[in-house]
């Protein structure tokens, strides 16, 4: 192999990685550009990973749905791609339907069933959205955790995810807010 093609194989190599990398970047933050702006209703958990850094472990209210939201003839798989349909009520935005095929139209949510059982009237379906987690500095996600604990004392501890949701339904977390906007 002379000099020629050995650089040239480098500087491919090189390319696709950079556009591999470019890609990923830009499918995180494409919601946060172009999403349309939602209000969810979350529950913090956790504060802290040694090996993720400083985040807030996130539970969301659209995240376990049971059969108020979910179709009688819907069936789904762990691991299946889902569709939250997503309403407007007092500021906040909630599940309204669930579907395994993207709308048409309206605000929804794309997400992986982490769980689903159907089993006579009784239904219920775990999801996961990709905005569990919401990394910020150690002193904040101590002040986050401090300030639910100090709620949650006194039977309130509403918190809210400010998110942007892109018209495929990706969604990209902003920040948290403790009162509605």
């Not at 192999?1 to 090189?14: D, E, G, Q």
């Not at 939250?84 to 095929?101: D, K, P, S, Y």
């Not at 501890?157 to 495929?168: E, G, K």
């Amino acid at each position: 192999m002379n000099k020629k093609t050995l650089i040239r194989s480098f500087v491919l190599v090189a390319v696709f990685q950079l556009v591999i990398l470019a890609g990923e970047y830009l499918s995180s933050v494409y919601p946060l550009w172009t999403g349309k702006p939602a209000v969810l209703e979350i529950v913090p958990l956790d504060p802290r990973s040694l090996f993720r850094g400083n985040y807030v472990h996130l539970d969301y209210d659209i995240a376990d749905l049971d059969e108020r939201v979910i179709d009688e003839m819907l069936q789904l798989k762990t691991g299946a791609v889902a569709y939250v349909h997503l309403t407007e009520r007092n500021g906040v935005f909630r599940a309204n339907n669930v579907t395994a095929e993207a709308p048409e139209e309206g605000i929804f949510i794309r997400g992986r069933v982490q769980h689903f059982y159907r089993e006579d009237q009784m239904v219920s379906l775990s999801m996961h959205y990709g905005i569990e987690a919401y990394f910020s500095p150690r002193e904040k996600a101590l002040a986050i955790e401090e300030k639910f604990r100090a709620g949650q004392q006194d039977d309130f501890a509403m918190a809210y995810a400010q998110v942007r949701i892109a018209s495929s339904g990706k969604a990209a977390l902003e920040g948290i807010l403790w009162e509605l906007p």
